[in-house]
């Protein structure tokens, strides 16, 4: 069966032709979604990472809001979706959210779709959301793909604690300030860059939190995706040899550990822990913060936790001796 033509989007009023979408040459029915505003996330790059509740959404609501009417159509006429494309973006957004909330207040189902990954993360959309909450229309998220989240996937980094910086400032004084603040964050870190300022980030990042891992996302999930992984300093100094067109993110790991605990601090740590906590949670809480091996600090909870509960004892002995 062949695919259905992509018909030409609609940009002016509700009613238009029946509400479809085609995925391998099948043209799928898509019923109008609940009323309310669905943030639904699009491809970042490949335009087959959308999801289906993504493509029967899209096909099925009133209106897309959208960043770039010319960038969602790619996304629409690839599926064969007829849709009502509306802007909405940061120069657009104050005259553009009382006309969206009034639709709502219709009984309209409005999408909210950025360029590209998740509405919202680096993208305008957050004061719309929060009006449509307070007018107490519903708000739906479909999940899909994020750079920030494929970058950590592929950086081979910690990913248990992560920040999200999003764009540096583009001075350098600003930019290095803003530096400065990062480095005391003891989680990775996950920037977004461009390819004009790229280099003088690396060079920024090599002087302010050297002996970092780091890794270069280029155009992920696209043709010509490049993934770099080394020191930041290294990183720094090949940043000449860097392609520099296309999309950035950069993922920096958490500081390096510091040197191991002393070890009347690791019995202070172990004691504190001890009084509250079981013998297990008091150890792993102990090997995180103290870089010293699980089973030294296991042996030495033993030892402490046994002499706890001989002073325990003691006391109790004590007090009744003073009874009598």
């Known amino acids: 069966m062949r695919a259905k033509a992509a018909p030409i989007n609609r940009t002016e009023g509700l009613p238009g032709p029946e509400r479809t979408y085609s995925v391998g040459g099948h043209v799928i029915s898509a019923p109008k979604p609940v009323p309310g505003l ?145 480095k005391r964050i003891d989680a990775t870190l996950v920037l977004f860059d461009s390819g004009n300022r790229v280099q003088d980030t690396l060079a920024d990042l090599a002087d302010i939190m050297a002996g970092r891992d780091a890794a270069i996302c280029r155009e992920l999930t696209k043709l010509h995706e490049d993934i770099k992984r080394a020191p930041v300093a290294e990183l720094a100094r090949t940043a000449d040899t860097l392609e520099t067109r296309g999309e950035f993110v950069l993922v920096i790991g958490p500081p390096p550990r510091s040197q191991a605990m002393a070890a009347d601090e690791l019995d202070d740590l172990l004691r504190s822990s001890l009084a509250r906590d079981s013998v297990k949670d008091a150890v792993a809480h102990a090997v995180e913060l103290s870089g010293r091996p699980r089973r030294e600090i296991y042996a030495r909870a033993l030892e402490l936790a046994k002499e706890l509960d001989e002073q325990m004892n003691e006391a109790g002995a004590g007090g009744e001796d003073g009874e009598d």
């Open 38 to 182: 669905h943030l639904v996330a699009t491809p970042i790059g490949n335009l087959g990472d959308i999801t289906l509740r993504a493509l029967e959404t899209l096909a099925g609501v009133d209106i897309i809001a959208c960043e770039d009417t010319r960038i969602t159509r790619r996304l629409t006429e690839r599926y064969a979706i007829s849709a009502l494309l509306k802007p909405y973006h940061e120069h657009n957004a104050a005259l553009a959210r009382p006309k969206i909330l009034e639709k709502l207040a219709q009984g309209a189902s409005i999408a909210l779709v950025s360029d590209a990954g998740t509405p919202l993360i680096s993208d305008p959309g957050f004061k719309l959301v929060r009006e449509v909450c307070a007018a107490g229309h519903a708000v739906i998220a479909l999940p899909g793909p994020s750079s920030v989240l494929t970058a950590l996937s592929v950086a081979a980094l910690p990913t248990d604690r992560f920040f999200f910086e999003g764009f540096l400032p583009s001075k350098q004084n600003a930019r290095r300030a803003r530096l400065a603040e990062l």
